[in-house]
């Protein structure tokens, strides 16, 4: 494998279910991004995590939870979501957090459908 | 604030010819650094050029082109003799200086070149 992949492509999931998106990077960069893309709006930052550790929490719900157990992984966590949510959800990463080249490297994203 | 506008919400071209995607941003920043992605139908966002705020050179690459004008705040991008596989939504970004891990994104120019 290489580049980002983004595990499942495709989910279907009722308001009270529990599901998690997975990401994972073959690149060995340091930091990973969780974006939202929602038809016809741009798309949302939602995390950043750099070196396991959360940087950056755009004021998401508490029902999307992330989680980064080493540099390669990263999760996000769902439950009791609306439909609203529903959106296509892109995982990033890139060498390293700030600095003058960041250039962020994107999976094909997680088509997620919320009933 | 940090903005990024793509007027231009769909294109068609046939094939062969050139077509300009327009991208305006606003920032108060002096130091910042601005993006094109490719994201086709597959889903990924595939990186295709970064320019800082000091470097206004045009660049060119292949049949791609980029127009950097800061007494605009304009960075536009410009294929040449497009081709059926150009086909895809083209996102136009921007990170500033001080929250480099951030990329404001634009809605995004859906080019669709038929054959």
């Known amino acids: 494998e290489t580049g980002v992949t983004q595990t499942p492509r495709h989910l279907v999931m009722g308001m009270t279910n529990k599901k998690s998106l997975k990401c994972e990077q073959h690149?060995?960069?340091?930091?990973m991004y969780w974006y939202k893309q929602s038809a016809k709006k741009p798309l949302e930052l939602m995390f950043v995590y750099s070196l396991e550790e959360r940087v950056e929490n755009n004021s998401v719900p508490s029902r999307f939870s992330p989680e980064c157990p080493n540099s390669s992984h990263l999760f996000l966590h769902l439950h009791t979501l609306q439909p609203e949510d529903s959106a296509l959800y892109l995982c990033?990463?890139?060498?390293?957090?700030?600095?003058?080249?960041?250039?962020?490297?994107f999976g094909p994203g997680t088509r997620l459908t919320v009933l | 604030a940090q903005k990024v506008t793509q007027a231009q919400t769909e294109i068609s071209v046939v094939e062969k010819e050139d077509v300009t995607l327009d991208c305006v941003y606003e920032?108060?920043?002096?130091?910042?650094?601005l993006f094109w992605y490719k994201q086709p139908p597959s889903g990924e966002l595939v990186f295709l050029i970064r320019?800082?705020?000091?470097?206004?050179q045009n660049e060119i690459s292949g049949r791609y082109s980029w127009n950097f004008q800061k007494s605009t705040s304009s960075f536009n991008f410009t294929i040449t003799a497009s081709q059926v596989v150009d086909s895809a939504v083209y996102f136009c970004?921007?990170?500033?200086?001080?929250?480099?891990?951030?990329?404001?994104f634009g809605t995004g120019t859906r080019l669709q070149v038929f054959p």
């Open positions: 920032t108060r920043d002096t130091t910042y650094y």
């Open positions: 970004a921007l990170s500033e200086a001080r929250n480099t891990d951030k990329l404001i």
């Open positions: 690149l060995g960069h340091n930091a």
């Open positions: 320019r800082n705020s000091f470097d206004e």
């Open positions: 990033a990463s890139s060498q390293d957090r700030g600095g003058t080249y960041n250039e962020q490297f």
